[in-house]
């Protein structure tokens, strides 16, 4: 029995994708707790379609991310932070800092799970590097000893 699954199952398959299994297994498990359906031709079009939008939106969001990495690479961002006479910073910079001041120099909003970076704890120029899937890009963060 011919089924399309609509979610993940262990050992069977992943979601949106066809399978041939028993017909026992197929009506008495995925079908009954709603993990598949019945691979009918007006199914399989509107798989197909939901796959074309899934894709489509994947697409656009790395073009929006290749974007995003042009704007913020673009020219360093300087961070101001209060550090002692030897450089170092009496807080250290984090993910939150840097997105914060991206958000405020640049005008765009980065995601925390995109930022690959340490802590910085001392005063200089530090590489943050954006990462999304295999799509990869650099921004650079001045760390400057605030005066006050």
């Known amino acids: 029995m011919k089924v ?3 979610a993940d199952v262990p050992k ?3 979601r949106y994708e066809v ?6 297994y197929a009506q008495n498990v995925l079908l009954a707790k709603g993990l598949a359906v019945l691979a ?3 199914e399989l079009a509107k798989v197909e379609n939901r796959k074309k939008e899934m894709e489509k939106k994947k697409q656009d969001e790395m073009n929006a991310f290749e974007k995003l990495i042009g704007v913020v690479s673009s020219e360093p961002i300087v961070i101001k932070v209060k550090a ?3 450089g170092h910073l009496f807080k250290s910079v984090s993910k939150r800092d840097v997105i914060d ?4 120099n640049k005008g765009v909003i980065v995601d925390e799970d995109h930022l690959v970076m340490d ?3 001392e005063i200089g120029s530090h590489n943050i590097i954006l990462k999304r899937g295999d799509k990869k890009g650099e921004c650079e963060i001045v760390i400057e ?3 006050k």
């Open 4 to 6: 399309i699954l609509l």
């Open 12 to 14: 069977v398959g992943n």
């Open 19 to 24: 399978k041939d299994l028993s017909q026992g």
């Open 40 to 42: 009918t031709p007006h």
């Open 84 to 86: 002692n006479e030897k």
């Open 101 to 104: 001041a991206i958000k405020s």
């Open 119 to 121: 802590h910085i704890k």
């Open 145 to 147: 000893a605030d005066k």
